[in-house]
Every structure is written in structure tokens, then in C-alpha cells.
């Protein structure tokens, strides 16, 4: 029996209600959400140069200390980008978008879409990408709740984020049609922040 048997609908709280549709439902790509959000290939370049120290050293053992470390990380590194990947559902209405997150504790984030202000896409190639949500208005959302679906170094004001997606451009295209269905004055800005654009300060969004 799964903790997630209860949904009457897969990665929502309850049943939706009268005249709310959904529009998109995804889970963030394990091998993407690795790489651009738990630095794989960094961790990787930092116990190769151990190693390769190791071997320069001539200490044999710490080389080899430096691979099974490595190895063991990159392991368990990627356990945990495989359980947020089966744990993780991202759903976009035609009233707001839902994250229903959390590993060992699962929790349903609801963001109504009119309090979505813009949306950034950082493209991860391959057609994935990240789309950070910029909220309008006052929140309780806290990063360590968020993260690791929050955008990197904002601490003082959260910023949820919808972490590795297949076809992220897609998606972008079904939040910002969306939000501008809810929100009209606002669907200039959420649209040309929602396609394909330059990295909008995301720099190190993979944090």
C-alpha cells in the first residue's frame, strides 16, 4: 500500500472542484534533476581530482579511497534523485498549479495562478528544463520546505520551482496560456518569461 493511496487524484489533496480542470500533470526527470539540481558531474570532477592527486602523491590508497567515495556518492546521490522523481507530481490547472513533494514527508504546495507573477525557464537540454515561480503578494512558504524544488539563494523570499521536466517549453506554454486566462493584465510579462528565453538570473539554479 502506497502513502499516496489516499489521492482521489493523482498528486492533488482532493477532488477538484466544479469548473477546475487540469490542464498538465509531470514528474521532474531523475537524471536531469541529478545533474542540474544535485551537481552530479561536479561531484564527479571533485573525487576525480582526489584521486588523481592520489595517484600523483603516490598514495595509492587514498586514489582508491577517493574512487569508492565517489562511487558510493554518486549511488546515493542517485537513490535520492529517483525518489524525488517517483514522489514528485507537478499538476497545472486552469485555477493553479500543485506540488506535491517531500520524500519521507510528503506535503501538497497549492499556488493559486493569480499569484504567480512571472515564471523563468532555464533550459537543461534535451528539451528539459526548470520553470522558477516568482510569487505576487505575501507567503508562508518556507525554502527548507520547498526545497529542493525552491530556486537556490533565495531565502528571504522563496521561490517554488518546477525541477527537471521533459518538454519543459510545453509546459511553460500550458502556465503561461494559463495565467493569462486568470490574470489578463498580467499575461505580457508571464508569457515572455515563460518560452524559451536567456537565462533570466537562474545562474546556478541547479543548487
Request: net charge positive; proline share 6%; with cysteine.
Amino acid at each position: 500500500m502506497s502513502e499516496y493511496d489516499h489521492e482521489p487524484i493523482r498528486g492533488l489533496p482532493g477532488d477538484l472542484p466544479a469548473g477546475e480542470s487540469i490542464l498538465w500533470q509531470g514528474s521532474p526527470d531523475w537524471r536531469t534533476f541529478a545533474r542540474s539540481a544535485l551537481h552530479t558531474r561536479w561531484v564527479s570532477g571533485y573525487f576525480a581530482v582526489l584521486a588523481l592527486f592520489g595517484l600523483a602523491s603516490g598514495k595509492l590508497f587514498g586514489a582508491g579511497a577517493a574512487v569508492v567515495g565517489g562511487a558510493i556518492t554518486q549511488g546515493l546521490l542517485a537513490v535520492f534523485a529517483i525518489a524525488v522523481a517517483k514522489t514528485t507530481v507537478y499538476t497545472i490547472t486552469n485555477r493553479r498549479v500543485v506540488l506535491r513533494i517531500g520524500v519521507a514527508l510528503n506535503k501538497c504546495v497549492n499556488l493559486p495562478l493569480a499569484m504567480i507573477g512571472s515564471a523563468d525557464l532555464r533550459p537543461q537540454g534535451s528539451g528539459h528544463g526548470d520553470i522558477a515561480l516568482t510569487l505576487t503578494g505575501r507567503h508562508r512558504l518556507g525554502f527548507a520546505m520547498l526545497w529542493p524544488h525552491a530556486r537556490p539563494w533565495r531565502l528571504g523570499q522563496p521561490s517554488p520551482m518546477l525541477r527537471a521536466l521533459p518538454d519543459a517549453e510545453a509546459v511553460a506554454k500550458v502556465l503561461a496560456k494559463a495565467c493569462s486566462a486568470v490574470v489578463p493584465n498580467e499575461a505580457a510579462a508571464v508569457r515572455s518569461k515563460a518560452v524559451p528565453v536567456r537565462d533570466h538570473g537562474l545562474q546556478g539554479a541547479a543548487a
